[in-house]
């Protein structure tokens, strides 16, 4: 007993401890402490939860703003070509899609480095030759690779929301996380907040009040032929499910796999309690 009233003493004091060091930072909104300022809101996803599947539409036109607006600056190093079979294309329609791109390769035979199209096998070139020059181009910050963006960021989520993330099967928070980080600039910084120069405010960047990437997209910017509204909103959502994509591209298989195994334990299970029912039974208890 003595225990237990011990063990409730210092859970008490533990909780105050927390909600005095949290009531202290309670917060001079112009010198932030912890980051994101905002946290991500939470989007729905066609893949998210046990049977989520991708919406091969909403990829294709995500393929499109990676395309024409974020591979200006992100390389996507780890994704070849074919693996945009995914996304519904055909073999000649990547085909098609790969020879648009020029691929530096070689030696050849005369020892020389050559251009030539791309191929399905290709992967997506980088924009930049390398990592130096891709930094000294954005002001001194590389822009990362986007091959496993979606699934290398993501909001901590903290006591006791991911106890309920186990149940929920919440694992959306790369592509929530890009999504508001795209539609998270045009605000006004808190009066007094210091923005370094050179650097964009944006309250649901992970790691400060701002980043080197400028707002990369507007209105209207990228045309859609399947009549999506042309929006900074929906191009944000489209390249974040492209982007979990090219992170997770066998997502549909592993949650398909994950809950045949499931069936089958359960199949399983109830037999192997039938056996042990049935092996037992002359036994007197
Ligand atoms: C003009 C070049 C440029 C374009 C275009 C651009 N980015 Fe970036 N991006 C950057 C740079 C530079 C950084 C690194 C910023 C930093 O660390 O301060 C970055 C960082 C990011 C990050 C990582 C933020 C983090 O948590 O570290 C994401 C996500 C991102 N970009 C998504 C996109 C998407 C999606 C697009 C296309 C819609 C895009 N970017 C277009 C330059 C660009």
Known sequence: MKKILTLLALLGLVVA?????????????A?????????PKEMSWSFAGP???YDKAQLQRGLKVYKEVCSACHSMNLV???????LGYSDAQIKTLAAEYTIHDGPNDAGDMFDRPGKPSDHFPAPFPNEQAAASANGGAAPPDMSLLAKARGVERGFPRF???IFTQYAQGGPDYIHSLLTGYDQTPPAGMVIP???HYNPYFLSGVSLKMPKPLSDGQVTYDDGSPQTVD????DVSAFLMFAAEPHLEDRKKTGFRVMVFLLLFGALVYMTKRRVWADVAH
């Open 234 to 237: 929906q191009y944000a959502r």
């Open 80 to 86: 070849a070509f074919r693996t945009l079979e995914g």
């Open 163 to 165: 106890i309920f993330d």
């Open 31 to 39: 010198a932030p402490t912890h980051f994101p300022i905002n946290e």
């Open 51 to 53: 049977f989520g599947t």
């Open 17 to 29: 401890g927390t909600a005095a060091i949290a009531a202290e930072e309670e917060h001079n909104p």
């Open 197 to 199: 120069e050179g650097t």
